[in-house]
């Protein structure tokens, strides 16, 4: 099926955002990379930041397609999808030379006065991405501790691998990201000890 011009645009900027960064990325960069007369870039996004509201809302609304699906193929176990899910972004780094790391990461550093509804799409994303960890755990809550707040663990698996990037591609070492998984999936072991010990 042939693609919209909208979302053409979308693609193009998703990837240039990722790439690039959003401020570094401009309006000519996008017709470059569509092949796109400016008529039509404007015709459905006024400005540049109409851009990245469409593409935000294009990470929200796809992370099950996108992102899950994909780091999830053949993978059963619960647990095992929240280590599978960390080790997509490992191997985005290493195959990008640390190029490439979360792009809703990347961009919620790097827009530090985000208007309302660029500030609201950035949290949706991470609480889609929180939502799909928190339901890993919830599928494998009779082996974690009873009172375990499992919304909050998410949370903290976010934390973990959001810095564990921002790290690893500032020194441009994988060790970095690795350990701090390391630590996180030693965390999960001694849950799961406790509720055995118990």
């Given at each position: 099926?042939?693609?919209?011009?909208?979302?053409?645009?979308?693609?193009?900027?998703?990837?240039?955002?990722?790439?690039?960064?959003?401020?570094?990325?401009?309006?000519?960069?996008?017709?470059?990379?569509?092949?796109?007369?400016?008529?039509?870039?404007?015709?459905?996004?006024?400005?540049?930041?109409?851009?990245?509201?469409?593409?935000?809302?294009?990470?929200?609304?796809?992370?099950?397609?996108?992102?899950?699906?994909?780091?999830?193929?053949?993978?059963?176990?619960?647990?095992?999808?929240?280590?599978?899910?960390?080790?997509?972004?490992?191997?985005?780094?290493?195959?990008?030379?640390?190029?490439?790391?979360?792009?809703?990461?990347?961009?919620?550093?790097?827009?530090?006065?985000p208007d309302p509804k660029v500030r609201e799409l950035i949290a949706a994303n991470f609480s889609n991405w929180v939502a799909a960890v928190e339901g890993c755990l919830e599928e494998a809550s009779e082996r974690f501790p009873p009172d375990l707040d499992k919304r909050a663990l998410a949370e903290m698996i976010l934390t973990v691998m959001e810095g564990g990037i921002m790290q690893a591609r500032t020194h441009r070492d994988i060790g970095l990201f690795d350990r701090n998984i390391s630590v996180l999936r030693s965390h999960l072991d001694m849950l799961m000890n406790q509720k055995i010990a118990a």
């Open positions: 099926m042939k693609k919209s011009t909208h979302d053409i645009i979308v693609e193009a900027a998703r990837e240039l955002f990722w790439e690039k960064g959003y401020n570094s990325t401009s309006i000519a960069d996008l017709l470059s990379r569509t092949q796109l007369h400016s008529g039509s870039l404007y015709h459905y996004f006024p400005g540049k930041q109409d851009v990245l509201v469409a593409v935000l809302e294009s990470y929200r609304d796809g992370i099950k397609e996108g992102l899950l699906d994909y780091a999830w193929t053949g993978v059963d176990d619960p647990i095992e999808k929240i280590w599978a899910l960390l080790n997509g972004y490992r191997m985005m780094m290493v195959t990008s030379d640390f190029a490439h790391g979360c792009p809703i990461g990347n961009l919620a550093l790097e827009i530090s006065e």
